[in-house]
């Protein structure tokens, strides 16, 4: 087998320590993920067997509890489509390298956050940018309801 890809720059055992990071981390959301669905689906048939009063106490709850799981669940999964980015880059040796400035990720950001795709400075950089946007945005917003009066 030869090994190619990830000769861009990458030495092969970062590579495979960060690949298996990766894997790792997924596997771990992957499963919580699965675990999450089980536990909804077998409260559902617990409940079923509850008489009637309780039953439908308990649906309402189970509801609740169930928008929270799911909301829970659809967070998790935004992560592993996350992850699934992450390794994409990995395998193309993209990862690890900053969208903006193209400058290395901190290995010790990268282990914090495995999927972040800007340096620390970048990242920062940007969330006061589209802090000031959204001042920017509203200030519009009100000035154009002003010369609408
Ligand atoms: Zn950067």
Redesign the pocket.
């Known amino acids: 087998m030869k090994d190619n890809k990830a000769a861009t720059g990458t030495p092969r055992s970062r590579y495979t320590e960060r690949k298996h990071m990766l894997d790792e981390r997924r596997r771990e959301i992957q499963a919580e993920v699965q675990g999450k669905m089980r536990g909804v689906r077998e409260e559902g048939t617990w409940g079923g067997k509850l008489n009637e009063v309780l039953d439908a106490v308990e649906s309402a709850e189970a509801d609740i509890q169930e928008e929270l799981e799911f909301s829970l669940v659809q967070m998790k999964s935004e992560t592993l489509n996350k992850i699934n980015d992450a390794i994409a880059r990995l395998e193309q040796g993209d990862y690890g390298y ?6 290395e990720i901190a290995e010790k950001r990268l282990r914090a956050l495995p999927f972040a795709v ?2 620390k ?2 990242e920062e950089a940007r969330e006061v940018a589209e802090q000031r946007e959204r001042q920017l945005a509203a200030r519009r917003c009100t000035s154009g309801l002003f010369l609408d009066m």
């Open positions: 900053c969208f903006d400035c193209g400058e800007r340096c400075d970048c």
